[in-house]
């Protein structure tokens, strides 16, 4: 299973295993890292869940954003801070009680918002897009790193350079642009170019 390959082990040590040659586990771990593209699971939801007092304020780190999080009568809610929610009226907090994103947006009082206004609607909508596009990108990422562990399985006489596909993927997702010429000779040189990884 592959919550039993994690273990306790980070994100970071998880994608270097994934880009390890020698895991015996590299499959489950790259399974484990589909399955959890939101960086939230359910384990970690109910650990959340059980370590929380009521009415406890605590900080997550989910998606490259620190969200305020506080816990309420079993339920945790984080605060919207993002700018598009500035004029939307009454919108303080959201339900945290998936993984999927489908949260509901509450007022100060923590009573749910119904969607009467015209501004709400298209913010969720945007939101929902916003969403979709994260994911995304995240799968986008995982495929550039598992054709990049493929690419150093390579035999040494294969041509080393990445496709264009996943050249032009990378920029668009990263930014970067590959400017140098591949010199990598050893199958160790290899992985360290092409088994790069983010930190998130």
């Given at each position: 299973?592959?919550?039993?390959?994690?273990?306790?082990?980070?994100?970071?040590?998880?994608?270097?295993?994934?880009?390890?040659?020698?895991?015996?586990?590299?499959?489950?771990?790259?399974?484990?890292?589909?399955?959890?593209?939101?960086?939230?699971?359910?384990?970690?939801?109910?650990?959340?869940?059980?370590?929380?007092?009521?009415?406890?304020?605590?900080?997550?780190?989910?998606?490259?954003?620190?969200?305020?999080?506080?816990?309420?009568?079993?339920?945790?809610?984080?605060?919207?801070?993002?700018?598009?929610?500035?004029?939307?009226?009454?919108?303080?907090?959201?339900?945290?009680?998936?993984?999927?994103?489908?949260?509901?947006?509450?007022?100060?009082?923590?009573?749910?918002?119904?969607?009467?206004?015209?501004?709400l609607s298209d913010y969720?909508?945007?939101?929902?897009?916003?969403?979709?596009?994260?994911?995304?990108?995240?799968?986008?990422?995982?495929?550039?790193?598992?054709?990049?562990?493929?690419?150093?399985?390579?035999?040494?006489?294969?041509?080393?350079?990445?496709?264009?596909?996943?050249?032009?993927?990378?920029?668009?997702?990263?930014?970067n642009t590959f400017g140098?010429?591949?010199?990598?000779?050893?199958?160790?040189?290899?992985?360290?170019?092409y088994c790069w990884f983010?930190?998130?």
């Amino acid at each position: 299973m592959a919550e039993d390959a994690v273990g306790n082990m980070t994100y970071n040590e998880l994608v270097e295993r994934v880009c390890d040659d020698q895991s015996s586990d590299r499959v489950l771990l790259e399974e484990f890292l589909n399955s959890s593209m939101t960086q939230l699971t359910y384990y970690g939801l109910f650990r959340l869940m059980d370590t929380m007092r009521d009415n406890e304020l605590a900080v997550l780190f989910r998606n490259n954003h620190f969200h305020t999080m506080l816990k309420r009568k079993d339920e945790l809610f984080l605060l919207v801070s993002d700018s598009g929610y500035l004029k939307v009226p009454n919108v303080v907090w959201e339900t945290l009680n998936n993984v999927e994103g489908n949260s509901v947006f509450v007022n100060s009082e923590f009573n749910s918002i119904v969607d009467e206004t015209p501004s709400l609607s298209d913010y969720l909508l945007a939101r929902k897009l916003q969403n979709e596009e994260q994911e995304l990108a995240l799968r986008e990422r995982q495929d550039i790193v598992k054709n990049r562990v493929a690419a150093a399985d390579r035999p040494l006489d294969a041509p080393l350079l990445l496709s264009n596909e996943i050249q032009n993927n990378t920029r668009r997702v990263h930014g970067n642009t590959f400017g140098h010429r591949d010199n990598a000779t050893t199958p160790k040189e290899k992985k360290n170019r092409y088994c790069w990884f983010e930190h998130f």
